[in-house]
C-alpha cells in the first residue's frame, strides 16, 4: 500500500556532506510525520531526526548543528542535509513515516529499507 524509498547513501571522507531523499508513495491521505533512524554495526537503531506537519524537528543530540531535516510536502518527501560528517555516523540509514492510509484512514508506521552512509577517517 505504501512505499518509502530512500537514496542518497555512499562512502565519503570525514568532514564531507551527504544529503539523504525519501520519497514516500502509495494510498496515501497524509503524512503525519517524517524521520530518518540509522543503525551502526552492533549498535541499536537510534533516532536521528524528526519533523512533523508544521514542520517542528527534533534531532539526537550527536547530530545537532550538523544535520538538517526537511521535507516537501507536495512531493511527500523528507531530506537529510548531512555536513561534517565523521566515523561515528556510519551506519544504515531508515526513512521512517506517520501516514493516514487513503479510504480507510488507517494510521501505518512505514519504513524505508535503508541506505548505507560509510564515513572513512
Known amino acids: 500500500q505504501v512505499q518509502l524509498v530512500e537514496s542518497g547513501g555512499g562512502l565519503v571522507q570525514t568532514g564531507e556532506s551527504l544529503r539523504l531523499s525519501c520519497a514516500a508513495s502509495g494510498s496515501i491521505s497524509k503524512i503525519n510525520a517524517m524521520g530518518w533512524y540509522r543503525q551502526a554495526p552492533g549498535k541499536q537503531r537510534e533516532l536521528v531526526a524528526r519533523?512533523?506537519?508544521?514542520?517542528?524537528?527534533n534531532y539526537a543530540d550527536s547530530v545537532k548543528g550538523r544535520f538538517t531535516i526537511s521535507r516537501d510536502n507536495a512531493k511527500n518527501t523528507v531530506y537529510l542535509q548531512m555536513n561534517s560528517l565523521n566515523p561515528e555516523d556510519t551506519a544504515v540509514y531508515y526513512c521512517?513515516?506517520?501516514?493516514?492510509?487513503?479510504?480507510?484512514?488507517?494510521?501505518?508506521?512505514?519504513w524505508g529499507q535503508g541506505t548505507l552512509v560509510t564515513v572513512s577517517s
Open positions: 519533523i512533523i506537519s508544521g514542520d517542528s524537528t
Open positions: 521512517n513515516a506517520d501516514i493516514i492510509l487513503r479510504l480507510s484512514f488507517r494510521y501505518l508506521e512505514a
